[in-house]
């Protein structure tokens, strides 16, 4: 439908070689003041580009992202959870971050950076080693990241929706949370060196993303041995971690002026037993 159309240019590459070697190429042949990252599951509302170009104005900002949602939420129990958890990492942790001036992470169904800054960015982007063989995992993270090194900001546009599609098995599901993990856990190292200059909440939310989950898997053995050893159960820490869920559940209910967001205390069930 858009071949012929002289506003599209087309790149077919020989082969597969993953999503960060297409995007390079892509971005080398481009020629605008923008560059959209758009996923090929992902629709965007009609407004998105004027939105998130808007942001961009400002020339201190590197990278804007728009607000996700599962444009499958009511396949299944699992899609509306992913739904609420899209919304709650949109509209708490990102939005939180961007009022400091640091999204740690333009996530990949809807960025948009400076070309003028990529271009430069391009080589640190494309050699990027894990265990010492190229990386192929965590683009979005790592390229947000690189965009704060160069010491420029990154937003987030809450009115700017794109809707993706997610997974509605758990099995798909734990693989993209493992990969998104490993992300996360990795490019903290490089994010470190960047907290002392950005503002000290950033560095309080880092901190608390690592060693949050890490303390929350130390307590759940912590419980599970004491329940094996002494056959008791642990309430204090059960306890704990139902009033954090309630807690965060509610005041997301409240923020959204959804009763919805209450259901999300199921996820806890998942995080605690899987994910973890």
Not at 86 to 112: D, H, I, K, S
């Amino acid at each position: 439908a858009f071949a012929g159309d002289p506003r599209f240019s087309f790149i077919l590459l020989e082969k597969n070689v993953g999503k960060r070697k297409a995007q390079i190429v892509a971005i080398r042949r481009s020629s605008g003041d923008l560059v959209l990252n758009v996923d090929s599951d992902t629709i965007l509302a009609s407004d998105v580009v004027a939105k998130l170009a808007l942001k961009m104005q400002d020339p201190a900002v590197g990278a804007a992202m728009g607000q996700l949602a599962a444009s499958n939420r009511s396949d299944t129990w699992l899609t509306r959870l992913i739904d609420m958890e899209y919304w709650l990492a949109c509209n708490e942790e990102r939005a939180a971050q961007a009022r400091f001036g640091a999204v740690m992470c333009c996530c990949g169904p809807c960025a948009m950076y400076r070309r003028s800054a990529l271009v430069l960015l391009l080589d640190q982007y494309e050699t990027q080693l894990f265990r010492g063989k190229p990386s192929d995992f965590g683009e979005d993270r790592h390229l947000t990241i690189l965009m704060l090194k160069a010491g420029l900001r990154t937003e987030y546009v809450p009115d700017a929706i794109a809707a993706t599609i997610v997974p509605d098995r758990l099995g798909p599901y734990l693989r993209q949370q493992l990969r998104w993990a490993r992300s996360t856990f990795r490019d903290t190292l490089l994010a470190l060196r960047l907290l002392p200059s950005l503002d000290r909440y950033l560095t309080l939310d880092v901190v608390g993303q690592n060693l949050g989950p890490l303390l929350l898997a130390l307590s759940v053995l912590a419980g599970l041995a004491q329940f094996a050893l002494k056959g008791t159960v642990p309430w204090s820490a059960v306890l704990m971690i139902a009033s954090m869920t309630i807690i965060r559940c509610s005041v997301a209910a409240f923020r959204a002026r959804q009763l919805r967001f209450l259901g999300f205390s199921l996820h806890t069930f998942i995080n605690v037993f899987l994910l973890l």
